[in-house]
């Protein structure tokens, strides 16, 4: 945009335009509002990348979690991370509905398709990490349900403790671990409709 009007100024000097110097107030004030306009449209699309790289952020660190974890987890811990994961998904609904806006005045051949293919490449790589979690929740649910069993069964004989743990306590980390997968099931379905919502702003900006 800076560009654009030093060259209109040099040409309007380099051709002794008086008359257009002379309206030039009026020219700029009719101007005005659409640099204002687009200087908005700009950090709406920005505000979107850094919510998308925020939550970028937030997958790693579930991942890392989950990947890296030693031992099984407690039914605080899964409570924890399922509140994470159910924060990541309504994240990701509000930056899709931002999408869905956008997409309703962008216009095609706009100088705004770096900005949605960035958004779009982004989205796409939220959408992976979300099948990443769910990958290693899913084997942590499986683990996870054959250790109760054991450890139920164990701990149903004379009233002892297996591994140290309750039967409420076993119990507890069974219910905990199928919400996860729940909270899982639904981030899925988040970053999917994410990545749609990308992908159509992306082609109607090109």
Not at 106 to 118: E, I
Request: aromatic share 6%; net charge positive; glycine share 6%.
């Amino acid at each position: 945009m800076k560009n654009r009007l030093f060259v209109s100024a040099a040409l309007i000097f380099l051709a002794g335009a008086v008359p257009a110097l002379a309206g030039s107030k009026e020219a700029s004030a009719q101007a005005a509002p659409a640099v204002s306009a687009e200087d908005a449209r700009t950090r709406e699309f920005k505000d979107i990348l850094f919510k998308l790289v925020r939550q970028d952020e937030y997958l790693d660190e579930a991942v890392e979690m989950l990947d890296t974890s030693t031992g099984r987890p407690g039914a605080q811990d899964l409570a924890a991370l399922g509140v994470s994961l159910r924060t990541i998904s309504n994240n990701l609904k509000h930056v899709a509905a931002l999408n869905k806006a956008e997409f309703a005045s962008v216009q095609p051949g706009s100088q705004y398709a770096r900005y949605t293919n960035a958004i779009l490449s982004y989205s796409r790589k939220v959408d992976r990490k979300a099948v990443q979690v769910s990958g290693l929740i899913s084997k942590l649910a499986a683990g996870s349900k054959k250790a109760v069993m054991r450890d139920a069964v164990s701990s149903k004989k004379g009233g002892r403790k297996a591994r140290g743990r309750s039967l409420d306590q076993i119990l507890a980390e069974q219910k905990a671990m199928q919400k996860l997968a729940s909270d899982a099931r639904g981030l899925r379905v988040a970053s999917r409709n994410l990545s749609a919502t990308s992908k159509w702003l992306y082609i109607a900006s090109k």
